[in-house]
């Protein structure tokens, strides 16, 4: 079975900076990889899809971008609203893993 | 507008069954896969398995391969999870996803049923 990880598995970083999570397959994927974001004591959220196309109401400051086997998902200006922890998915076959999260915070 | 609503939280002892349901609206129900996914205290998004609401076929995480079911009733456009010989360790709270339209992310969550296994 393909692996997913993610690094880092947490970050902090000031309102304003630009934010990049990394998100690697162990196989490639073609570009079937999304990303989730989910609030303390919420359900996740659908930012990302086909790695790069933004689900219809994310605010435009979340970008993805890879193939194959390395991903990247970019915050380019921090908000406090985005505390969260992001987690991307593989969904080209079964299983469709997640990777381990990375979270996110306000320094 | 789509709707995922899952049944209430439950208290099971282990070695019991435990069935979560997940009744879908706002869209023709055949049409989507659905995935169910679970979150261990503090930990990360797990994912369980996949069924098709069109024909029933299912993809299940190895882990689980023969303690999982899931099913469908088009008739009530709702899903089910079936969990068997459950253990401590899958007190969780337990979602299911509705595949997008577009790509088979997960676009539509139900609110989540927690599952507590304890004696």
């Known amino acids: 079975d393909i692996q997913m990880t993610q690094s880092p598995s947490s970050l902090s970083a000031s309102v304003g900076d630009r934010v990049t999570i990394t998100c690697r397959a162990s196989q490639g994927i073609n570009n079937y990889l999304a990303w989730y974001q989910q609030k303390p004591g919420k359900v996740p959220k659908l930012l990302i899809y086909a790695a790069s196309t933004l689900q219809s109401g994310v605010p435009s400051r979340f970008s993805g971008s890879g193939s194959g086997t390395d991903f990247t998902l970019t915050i380019s200006s921090l908000q406090p609203e985005d505390v969260a922890t992001y987690y991307c998915q593989k969904y080209n076959s079964a299983p469709r893993e997640f990777g381990p999260g990375t979270k996110v915070d306000i320094k | 507008q789509v709707q995922m609503v899952q049944s209430g939280a439950e208290v099971k002892k282990p070695g019991a069954s435990v069935k979560v349901s997940c009744k879908a609206s706002?869209?023709?129900?055949?049409?989507?896969?659905i995935s169910w996914v679970r979150q261990a205290p503090g930990q990360g998004l797990e994912w369980m398995g996949w069924i098709s609401a069109y024909n029933g076929n299912t993809n299940y995480a190895q882990k689980l391969q023969g303690r999982v079911t899931m099913t469908t009733d088009t008739s009530t456009s709702t899903a089910y999870m079936e969990l068997r010989s459950l253990r401590s360790d899958d007190t969780a709270v337990y979602y299911c996803?509705?595949?997008?339209?577009?790509?088979?992310?997960?676009?539509?969550w139900g609110q989540g049923t927690l599952v507590t296994v304890s004696s």
């Open positions: 706002g869209y023709t129900f055949t049409t989507y896969g």
């Open positions: 996803a509705r595949d997008g339209s577009i790509a088979a992310a997960g676009l539509h």
